[in-house]
């Protein structure tokens, strides 16, 4: 990471815990490594971003419904479900840091320093030349050819690697691609073991092997099992969806990166049940789709973009994900993968329970395709704070710091600051709190000068500031402070609760999509 996208990123994570957005879990003993709690503005943002999900989903497309499934499920689940056989990662220590890392990411990022020469190759390239045509550059470059053959034959050993679980062949990679721990920058490595990132734990007064149940790893399997529930009591037919938000655990080898990699997490998924053969297709139209959802929040289009996954799991025939540029780079925000009849296949060999559905246009019965949509609702907060997060220097030379959160999602809508503690505003105030906060999420602040006032909502990311004064009293306006500009309007108190729940609205941005 460049260093000032490193401070930046401290700044974020300095904030977020300043404003009561994210703090470490226990934090009085210390924390607990990769877990988070959000405090009272991240809950509310988290909410807002579940919110905008899940109307998404359930609202918008009369083909898919929610359910709720419970975390612990019967063990068996993660049997069929590969978990347990194939839910690893390659692990590998530095003997000489003792730092821990994982197999794939090292050669990973082995790769993507060898794509950055090739970018700045082809940067370089482009200032020299007039008309360069980038397609014919990279064709006829020497040194960057040589680079793309030398990605492309270790992105394909990965892949053997990792595909067959060849631990040895791909700790000869790294020693063969001589890659150095980036902290010590030593080359003394242990073995690579593989290591199950499943958390375990015993159901009942009985702590043996017969009752280990696990945490679930993540939350698509509670949706197969609960496949034919829901298409037999809301008769749904295919294609349908079913989509859930909950929680997940890994025991991840690596969480270093702030809430993108924790071991407790949230995901916000959706299955789509298809015909077989028409999986693609559909693949086809939820990458898009997802793309609209994402880019209709306003975060800048050019922050996304599709990577297709070269190794692909156990159970896809076509996989990418949406990436997101975090203060790290890009990095994977959201999966699209086509999962093939592979679950529901598996659950009804280890159940022997029937998982079909009768399609009444072919007369046939058959094991649904399943395409998933699956994003980490804590990723996709990171993405929403970082790119809200300016440190902005104003025209009077003073600085402030404010969140450009999309309105629908700000933790507070509006900020009712009575200019001072007497002459009947406060009283006011109240009053127009008490009519607005039935509509949209209000906060009531009387101290400290109003411009201190308006800086702390600057920082929490609270769009709009309603400011009662003495003429108030006599008219009945009030001035309206918008974030982003910092300009005032003085308007009619009865126009406030249109306006601002307009404003606010979620179905603003889903109207986008
Ligand atoms: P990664 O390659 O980053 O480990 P993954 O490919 O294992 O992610 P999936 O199994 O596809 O992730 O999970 C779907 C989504 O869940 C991811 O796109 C990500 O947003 C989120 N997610 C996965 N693992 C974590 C984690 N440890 N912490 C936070 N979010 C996570």
């Not at 404003?19 to 210390?30: H, N, T, V």
């Not at 807002?48 to 499920?73: C, P, Q, R, S």
């Not at 008490?434 to 999420?441: G, M, P, T, Y």
């Not at 411009?451 to 009030?478: E, F, M, S, W």
């Amino acid at each position: 990471m460049a260093n000032q996208e490193d401070n930046l990123f401290k700044n974020v994570i300095a904030h977020a815990k300043e404003y009561g957005f994210i703090f470490p879990s226990s934090e009085i003993y210390d924390g607990l490594s990769a877990v988070y709690d959000y405090g009272q503005n991240g809950a509310e943002l988290k909410n807002n971003i579940k919110e905008y999900w899940w109307k998404f989903m359930t609202m918008l497309h009369e083909n898919i419904v929610g359910i709720d499934a419970a975390i612990f499920m019967h063990p068996t689940t993660w049997k069929a479900s590969g978990h347990v056989d194939a839910f690893n990662d390659p692990m590998i220590d530095n003997k000489d840091s003792k730092k821990r890392y994982r197999a794939d990411q090292l050669i990973e990022g082995y790769i993507e320093k060898l794509e950055e020469k090739i970018e700045k190759e082809v940067e370089k390239a482009a200032k020299r030349f007039e008309n360069f045509d980038r397609a014919m550059f990279v064709s006829t470059n020497v040194r960057v050819l040589e680079n793309q053959k030398k990605i492309d034959e270790i992105n394909e050993k990965l892949k053997d690697a990792m595909g067959s679980g060849n631990m040895e062949a791909l700790k000869q990679l790294i020693i063969d691609l001589e890659i150095a721990d980036p902290i010590s920058g030593s080359r003394n490595w242990t073995d690579v073991r593989q290591f199950n990132l499943m958390f375990s734990t015993e159901m009942g007064s009985l702590a043996d092997d017969t009752n280990k149940i696990y945490l679930r790893p993540e939350t698509a399997q509670g949706i197969f099992v609960n496949f034919l529930n829901v298409q037999k009591t809301g008769r749904m037919k295919i294609p349908f969806g079913i989509a859930q938000i909950g929680k997940a655990f890994r025991n991840e080898i690596v969480a270093r990166q702030f809430i993108f990699r924790m071991r407790e997490f949230e995901q916000m998924e959706m299955q789509f049940f298809v015909k077989p053969g028409e999986e693609m297709q559909w693949y086809e139209f939820w990458k898009e789709k997802r793309m609209k959802w994402h880019n209709a929040l306003g975060l800048g289009e050019a922050n996304y973009r599709f990577h297709d996954h070269l190794n692909l799991a156990h159970y896809a025939n076509a996989a990418c994900d949406i990436q997101f540029n975090f203060p790290m780079g890009f990095r994977e925000l959201e999966g699209i993968h086509s999962r093939t009849d592979f679950d529901l296949k598996n659950h009804e060999k280890y159940s022997g329970k029937k998982l079909q559905y009768f399609d009444p246009e072919d007369n046939q019965n058959y094991i649904p395709y399943v395409v998933e949509t699956s994003i980490g609702l804590d990723r996709m907060f990171l993405a929403v704070l970082s790119k809200s997060y300016q440190e902005e220097k104003l025209a009077d030379g003073s600085e402030r710091v404010v969140l450009r959160i999309p309105a629908p999602l700000a933790p507070n809508k509006v900020a009712i600051l009575p200019l001072t503690k007497k002459d009947g505003l406060p009283e006011k105030a109240m009053e127009i709190m008490n009519e607005l906060k039935f509509h949209v999420r209000c906060f009531y602040e009387e101290k400290d000068a109003i411009g201190k006032r308006y800086r702390r909502q600057d920082a929490i990311g609270t769009p709009y500031c309603v400011t009662i004064d003495h003429q108030t009293l006599q008219d009945n306006t009030v001035t309206i402070r918008h974030r982003d500009t910092m300009e005032q309007e003085r308007v009619a108190i009865d126009s406030l609760k249109t306006t601002l729940t307009e404003a606010c609205s979620i179905n603003n941005i889903l109207k986008r999509i």
